[in-house]
C-alpha cells in the first residue's frame, strides 16, 4: 500500500515534468526598441517580428539600471539594484547575498535542466552554480573597475579580434567590423550553434535555456550583406542630434554624463560619421536577428514551439546620437531605461497583442515562476505579469525604476515611470530633476519639474524616488 502510494506520487511527478513547459530567454545585449515590431522605420528585423507575432509585446517595458551587469542581476535575481547592490559590472550578486536565488538557479532546483549559452549575466561575474550545464566560471567579480580585467583561467581568446597595429579599448569599441561570410567565426553565431545543439540534446527533458546574444553591442559587428541593406546617406539623424554629449537646455547636467562609453568616446561625431555608426548598428542589430531566426527554426523543426515558453529581452535601452550621446551608461532617458520585451507563451491566445501598461524588468522573474507552475521563492519584488498576458489592456497601476550609480555605491539619479510621466532626480554632481510628458514631448526636450502648474505632480513624484532612493544616495 504504501509502496503503491510512493509509486503514484512519483508518476504524477514525472508526469508534470512531462508536461512543464520549456524556457527559452533570450537576450540581446545593449538592443534598444528599434525592432520593425516596435514600429522603428529603419531597422530589418524580420525574426523578431515574426516572433512578436507569437506573443505579447511589451510597448512600456523598462530595465532597472542602464548598463549590461546590474541590469541584468537585477532581473535575474528580482530585485531592484538597491537591493543586490550590484551597481557596476565588477559585482556578483551571490559575494553579498549568498541567500539570494537567481531565475536559472530556480529552475534548476525545480527539476528543470538550466543552460546557459552566451551573456545571461554580465561576462565574468556569472551564477555558476545557477546552471545545470555551461556555468562560467567567475574572474572579475570584486575586480576594481580601474584595474585592467584578468584574463578567465582556461578561457579562450574573444573572436572578432581586430588584426593589426594595436587599438587602445576606445578605439576597439568605436570600429565598424565586416564579417567574412556570415559570421560564422563571431560569438553570436557560435551561441545560436550551441542553443540549436543544446535545443535537440534536452528536446525530451524540461529545460530552461538562457541564450545571450553580443550584438549590437559595441563595436557593430555584422557580414557585410547587413550592412548593404541601408545606404548610410538616407539615414536620418535625430532630431536633437549634437557632435558631442549635450545637456538639452532647462535639463539638469547630471542627465548627461560629459563623455560617451561606447561609441565616439573621448571625440566628436560627424554627421556623417553618425549616420554611418547608426547604419551599423542597424546591421548589428540584424545579424543579431537573424540568428535568432536560426534558433527559433531549430525550436519549430524540433516541434518545441507548443511546448516552449519563449522570452526576447534587450537588456537596456541606448542612445544613438540623440543629444549627442552614444551609448547606454547613465540614461535615464526613455531611450536608456526602456527595452524590448517579449514574452511568447503558445498557451496564450493574445498572440500577436500589444501591452501598453508599464512593466519593469524585476517583473519578469515571478512571470516566469507563475506561467511554469514551480514554486515562488522567498524575495522577489516584482509582479507576475501573467494578468496582462491574458489581457495585455487591463488596469496595471505600477510605476517602474531605473536608477544609475556614477560611483558603484550611491544612486546618481532616479527615474520614476508611470503611464503619463517620466520623473527623475539627479544627486551629487549636477543634481536637479526633471520632468517629461512622454506622450506630448516624445524626444524629451522640455523639462517641466519647476513649472508652477505641475507642481503637484511632482511632489507625488518626488516622494516615490525619495522613497525609492532612500538610504542610496551620496554624502553631502
Ligand atoms: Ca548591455
Same mark, same amino acid.
Given at each position: 500500500?504504501?509502496?503503491?502510494?510512493?509509486?503514484?506520487?512519483?508518476?504524477?511527478?514525472?508526469?508534470?515534468?512531462?508536461?512543464?513547459?520549456?524556457?527559452?530567454?533570450?537576450?540581446?545585449?545593449?538592443?534598444?526598441?528599434? &525592432?520593425?515590431?516596435?514600429?522603428?522605420?529603419?531597422?530589418?528585423?524580420?525574426? @523578431?517580428?515574426?516572433?512578436?507575432?507569437?506573443?505579447?509585446?511589451?510597448?512600456?517595458?523598462?530595465?532597472?539600471?542602464?548598463?549590461?551587469?546590474?541590469?541584468?542581476?537585477?532581473?535575474?535575481?528580482?530585485?531592484?539594484?538597491?537591493?543586490?547592490?550590484?551597481?557596476?559590472?565588477?559585482?556578483?550578486?551571490?559575494?553579498?547575498?549568498?541567500?539570494?536565488?537567481? @531565475?536559472?538557479?530556480?529552475?534548476?532546483?525545480?527539476?528543470?535542466?538550466?543552460?546557459?549559452?552566451? !551573456?545571461?549575466?554580465?561576462?565574468?561575474?556569472?551564477?555558476?552554480?545557477?546552471?545545470?550545464?555551461?556555468?562560467?566560471?567567475?574572474? @572579475?567579480?570584486?575586480?576594481?573597475?580601474?584595474?585592467?580585467?584578468?584574463?578567465?583561467?582556461?578561457?579562450?581568446?574573444?573572436?572578432?579580434?581586430?588584426?593589426?597595429?594595436?587599438?587602445? =579599448?576606445?578605439?576597439?569599441?568605436?570600429?565598424?567590423?565586416?564579417?567574412?561570410?556570415?559570421?560564422?567565426?563571431?560569438?553570436?553565431?557560435?551561441?545560436?550553434?550551441?542553443?540549436?545543439?543544446?535545443?535537440?540534446?534536452?528536446?525530451?527533458?524540461?529545460?530552461?535555456?538562457?541564450?545571450?546574444? &553580443?550584438?549590437?553591442?559595441?563595436?557593430?559587428?555584422?557580414?557585410?550583406?547587413?550592412?548593404?541593406?541601408?545606404?548610410?546617406?538616407?539615414?536620418?539623424?535625430?532630431?536633437?542630434?549634437?557632435?558631442?554629449?549635450?545637456?538639452?537646455?532647462?535639463?539638469?547636467?547630471?542627465?548627461?554624463?560629459?563623455?560617451?562609453?561606447?561609441?565616439?568616446?573621448?571625440?566628436?561625431?560627424?554627421?556623417?560619421?553618425?549616420?554611418?555608426?547608426?547604419?551599423?548598428?542597424?546591421?548589428?542589430?540584424? *545579424?543579431?536577428?537573424?540568428?535568432?531566426?536560426?534558433?527559433?527554426?531549430?525550436?519549430?523543426?524540433?516541434?518545441?514551439?507548443?511546448?516552449?515558453?519563449?522570452? *526576447?529581452?534587450?537588456?537596456?535601452?541606448?542612445?544613438?546620437?540623440? =543629444?549627442?550621446?552614444?551609448?547606454?551608461?547613465?540614461?535615464?532617458?526613455?531611450?536608456?531605461?526602456?527595452?524590448?520585451? &517579449?514574452?511568447?507563451?503558445?498557451?496564450?491566445?493574445?498572440?500577436?497583442?500589444?501591452?501598453?501598461?508599464?512593466?519593469?524588468?524585476?517583473?519578469?522573474?515571478?512571470?516566469?515562476?507563475?506561467?511554469?507552475?514551480?514554486?515562488?521563492?522567498?524575495?522577489?519584488?516584482?509582479?507576475?505579469?501573467?494578468? &496582462?498576458?491574458?489581457?495585455?489592456?487591463?488596469?496595471?497601476?505600477?510605476?517602474?525604476?531605473?536608477?544609475?550609480?556614477?560611483?558603484?555605491?550611491?544612486?546618481?539619479?532616479? @527615474?520614476?515611470?508611470?503611464?503619463?510621466?517620466?520623473?527623475?532626480?539627479?544627486?551629487?554632481?549636477?543634481?536637479?530633476?526633471?520632468?517629461?510628458?512622454?506622450?506630448?514631448?516624445?524626444?524629451?526636450?522640455?523639462?517641466?519639474?519647476?513649472?508652477?502648474?505641475?507642481?503637484?505632480?511632482?511632489?507625488?513624484?518626488?516622494?516615490?524616488? !525619495?522613497?525609492?532612493?532612500?538610504?542610496?544616495?551620496?554624502?553631502?
Amino acid at each position: 500500500m504504501r509502496a503503491a502510494a510512493i509509486l503514484s506520487v512519483l508518476l504524477a511527478v514525472s508526469v508534470s515534468a512531462a508536461e512543464r513547459m520549456n524556457v527559452l530567454l533570450i537576450i540581446s545585449d545593449d538592443m534598444r526598441t528599434e &525592432l520593425g515590431c516596435y514600429a522603428s522605420t529603419l531597422a530589418k528585423t524580420p525574426n @523578431l517580428d515574426k516572433l512578436a507575432a507569437t506573443g505579447v509585446r511589451f510597448e512600456r517595458a523598462y530595465c532597472q539600471f542602464p548598463l549590461c551587469g546590474p541590469s541584468r542581476s537585477s532581473m535575474l535575481t528580482g530585485r531592484h539594484p538597491g537591493t543586490t547592490g550590484v551597481l557596476g559590472n565588477r559585482t556578483w550578486f551571490g559575494d553579498k547575498h549568498p541567500e539570494f536565488v537567481s @531565475l536559472p538557479k530556480h529552475f534548476k532546483n525545480s527539476g528543470y535542466t538550466s543552460i546557459r549559452v552566451g !551573456k545571461i549575466f554580465h561576462g565574468g561575474i556569472d551564477d555558476t552554480d545557477a546552471w545545470s550545464l555551461d556555468g562560467q566560471v567567475r574572474f @572579475l567579480a570584486g575586480v576594481p573597475a580601474g584595474q585592467p580585467a584578468p584574463k578567465p583561467k582556461g578561457g579562450k581568446a574573444k573572436a572578432g579580434k581586430a588584426k593589426g597595429p594595436a587599438l587602445n =579599448k576606445d578605439q576597439r569599441s568605436d570600429r565598424r567590423v565586416v564579417l567574412e561570410g556570415n559570421g560564422e567565426s563571431h560569438a553570436d553565431y557560435r551561441a545560436a550553434d550551441r542553443a540549436i545543439r543544446y535545443l535537440n540534446d534536452f528536446k525530451d527533458k524540461p529545460f530552461f535555456i538562457g541564450c545571450g546574444f &553580443l550584438k549590437p553591442h559595441s563595436p557593430p559587428e555584422a557580414p557585410q550583406r547587413f550592412y548593404d541593406m541601408w545606404n548610410a546617406s538616407e539615414i536620418p539623424l535625430p532630431v536633437d542630434f549634437a557632435p558631442k554629449p549635450t545637456v538639452p537646455p532647462g535639463f539638469p547636467a547630471g542627465s548627461i554624463r560629459p563623455q560617451n562609453a561606447d561609441l565616439f568616446v573621448g571625440r566628436d561625431a560627424s554627421p556623417e560619421e553618425a549616420r554611418e555608426m547608426i547604419r551599423a548598428y542597424l546591421a548589428s542589430s540584424s *545579424f543579431m536577428d537573424w540568428n535568432v531566426g536560426r534558433v527559433l527554426a531549430e525550436l519549430d523543426r524540433l516541434g518545441l514551439r507548443e511546448k516552449t515558453i519563449v522570452v *526576447f529581452w534587450g537588456d537596456h535601452g541606448y542612445q544613438l546620437g540623440e =543629444k549627442g550621446k552614444w551609448s547606454k551608461a547613465g540614461s535615464l532617458w526613455e531611450q536608456g531605461a526602456r527595452t524590448p520585451f &517579449l514574452i511568447c507563451d503558445p498557451r496564450e491566445k493574445t498572440a500577436g497583442k500589444v501591452c501598453p501598461r508599464v512593466v519593469q524588468m524585476v517583473d519578469l522573474y515571478p512571470t516566469l515562476v507563475q506561467l511554469c507552475g514551480l514554486d515562488v521563492p522567498p524575495g522577489l519584488v516584482g509582479r507576475s505579469l501573467a494578468p &496582462l498576458m491574458g489581457d495585455p489592456d487591463a488596469p496595471w497601476d505600477h510605476p517602474a525604476y531605473t536608477v544609475w550609480s556614477e560611483d558603484g555605491r550611491h544612486f546618481s539619479g532616479v @527615474l520614476v515611470r508611470t503611464e503619463q510621466w517620466r520623473y527623475g532626480e539627479f544627486f551629487g554632481r549636477g543634481a536637479g530633476s526633471m520632468l517629461i510628458d512622454p506622450a506630448a514631448d516624445p524626444h524629451e526636450l522640455n523639462n517641466l519639474a519647476n513649472d508652477p502648474a505641475h507642481a503637484e505632480v511632482v511632489a507625488k513624484l518626488s516622494a516615490l524616488v !525619495k522613497s525609492y532612493a532612500a538610504g542610496h544616495t551620496p554624502p553631502p
